[in-house]
């Protein structure tokens, strides 16, 4: 059964806004720490942003804060990642991706980074483009 799925990917100018959605049908979402992680080609999967179990905590990369903003709706079971100030830098493939480790996930990602290897449910990612 799937069980994370991306979308909202899509081409944009620079300085545009998108707004990614990750819904997860086949998860208790309430139980997951939620994170969104992004690659290019021939280049390690980086963290981007990730969201305590309530939406309380939430934790950024350097590169994406002040303009990405990670949110849930439990009641959906969906996590967003809001995109505003786009930059062509930006252009990567967008993953989604789920653990049930607990909040302290998020804690140790404000002193160690936001670590992919640490998250065990993946989503097979939605492609942003940012064109100059």
């Known amino acids: 059964q799937v069980q994370v799925v991306e979308s909202g990917g899509d081409l944009v100018q620079a300085g545009g806004s998108l707004r990614l959605s990750c819904t997860t049908p086949?998860?208790?979402?309430?139980?997951?720490?939620m994170g969104w992680f992004r690659q290019a080609p021939g280049q390690e999967r980086e963290g981007v942003a990730c969201?305590?179990?309530?939406?309380?905590?939430?934790n950024y990369a350097e590169s994406v804060k002040g303009r990405f903003t990670i949110s849930r709706d439990n009641t959906k079971k969906t996590v967003y990642l809001q995109m505003n100030s786009l930059k062509t830098e930006d252009t990567e493939m967008y993953y989604c991706a789920a653990d049930s480790s607990g909040d302290v996930l998020v804690q140790t990602s404000k002193l160690l980074g936001i670590d992919p290897g640490l998250f065990s449910i993946w989503g097979q990612g939605t492609q942003v483009t940012v064109s100059s």
């Open positions: 969201i305590s179990r309530s939406g309380g905590n939430m």
């Open positions: 086949g998860l208790t979402f309430d139980d997951y720490v």
